[in-house]
């Protein structure tokens, strides 16, 4: 399975910030998407990254917000611009790979982003 | 959009007791996958089901995939203190797609 690696894995900013999260994946995958995890919740999907094109946002999140990059199979980055004490989360990375038998899904270490 | 129903939403066990938890949904999914995270780490893979009706273990665990294909449940035998953390159920309708994801089952283990 793929193996998963975000910079940095935490960090605390201020109001009205930018933060750009890495993803780096140890082998070239097609899926890679981008999940929140706010304080004592669940997963949240953000976005697909689709490499050579713009990103699929779901329901609730826009580009301007979170603008997404996906230069090639292995690297993803995610920004959270403007920040507000709101964005305070987990953000993950995940990406679709073979695990054996089927293609599986599997997380990154995630990013935790304390907002100011 | 999709909701996961899971519960409980958090369990206290006694170390050596077995554990059951389960998900539900509205919808149908080709996919039920359990994960388990840790405190400050992502989700890591326990389960995947693939076909309805399948029963499937790993060492200690065992999961359904409910014959409806709208649940499915997560058994740990034996319960350990290293079973401590978050269980989450996910359903996925089709492969390259999204995943749904339950609000999770907080386990704790007394020894």
């Known amino acids: 399975s793929a193996v998963i690696s975000q910079k940095p894995s935490r960090d605390i900013c201020q109001r009205g910030t930018s933060l750009t999260i890495q993803c780096q994946v140890d082998?070239?995958?097609?899926?890679m998407f981008w999940y929140r995890q706010q304080p004592g919740q669940s997963l949240t999907l953000i976005a697909t990254?689709?490499?050579?094109?713009?990103?699929?946002?779901e329901s609730g999140f826009v580009i301007d917000k979170f603008p997404i990059s996906r230069p090639n199979l292995t690297f993803s980055t995610l920004t959270v611009s403007n920040m507000s004490p709101e964005d305070s989360s987990i953000y993950l990375c995940?990406?679709?790979?073979?695990?054996?038998?089927?293609?599986?899904?599997?997380f990154g270490p995630g990013t935790r982003l304390t907002v100011l | 959009g999709q909701q996961l129903n899971q519960s409980p939403q958090s369990m206290f066990i006694q170390e050596g007791e077995d554990v059951s938890m389960n998900c539900t949904s509205s919808?149908?999914?080709?996919?039920w996958l359990w994960y388990k995270q840790d405190p400050g780490e992502g989700p890591v893979l326990l389960i995947a089901?693939?076909?309805?009706?399948e029963l499937t273990s790993n060492g200690r665990l065992t999961a359904q995939f409910g014959i409806t294909r709208k649940d499915s449940f997560l058994n740990i035998s034996a319960s350990i203190p290293s079973d401590v953390g978050i269980y989450f159920c996910?359903?996925?309708?089709?492969?390259?797609?999204?995943?749904?994801f339950g609000k999770g089952t907080r386990l704790s283990v007394i020894a």
């Open positions: 996910a359903g996925q309708f089709s492969g390259n797609t999204p995943l749904v």
């Open positions: 990254a689709n490499q050579g094109s713009e990103a699929t946002y």
């Open positions: 995940s990406v679709e790979d073979f695990g054996g038998a089927y293609n599986e899904q599997f």
């Open positions: 919808s149908i999914f080709n996919t």
């Open positions: 082998s070239q995958v097609t899926m």
């Open positions: 089901l693939y076909k309805a009706g």
